[in-house]
Nanobody
Framework: QVQLVESGGGMVQPGGSLRLSCAASGFSVRHYDMSWVRQTPGQGPEWVSGIKFGGATSYADSVKGRFTISRDNAKNTLYLQMNSLKPEDTALYYC??????????????WGQGTQVTVSA
């Protein structure tokens, strides 16, 4: 059974950092393209970052230079290191199996999400 479980969200002040984790089971993250997607109430989902099974990474312009996606194959876990956080980064963050653009509208491939709130 494929399962994705996110953790690491929380409340942080602007300029702060958080590291999100996504523990995968039922498949190996190293064999799939993986993504992070975020969503705020009333807004459509936004692709944030992705890592190809070969290791290549990519980022939305809004987070480039601030966020870093990585994975630990031994732990079968995906990460998102978020630095220099801004209030506009506030959202529910989902780990997802797949690559953009398909993954953005394929909720069946997402985890349950972890809330990130950036506020003074």
């Amino acid at each position: 059974q494929v399962q994705l479980v996110e953790s690491g969200g929380g409340m942080v002040q602007p300029g702060g950092s958080l590291r999100l984790s996504c523990a995968a089971s039922g498949f190996s993250v190293r064999h799939y393209d993986m993504s992070w997607v975020r969503q705020t109430p009333g807004q459509g989902p936004e692709w944030v970052s992705g890592i190809k099974f070969g290791g290549a990474t990519s980022y939305a312009d809004s987070v480039k230079g601030r966020f870093t996606i990585s994975r630990d194959n031994a732990k079968n876990t995906l990460y998102l290191q978020m630095n220099s956080l801004k209030p506009e980064d506030t959202a529910l963050y989902y780990c997802a199996r797949g690559a953009r653009p398909v993954v953005v509208n394929n909720r069946g491939s997402w985890g349950q999400g972890t809330q990130v709130t950036v506020s003074a």
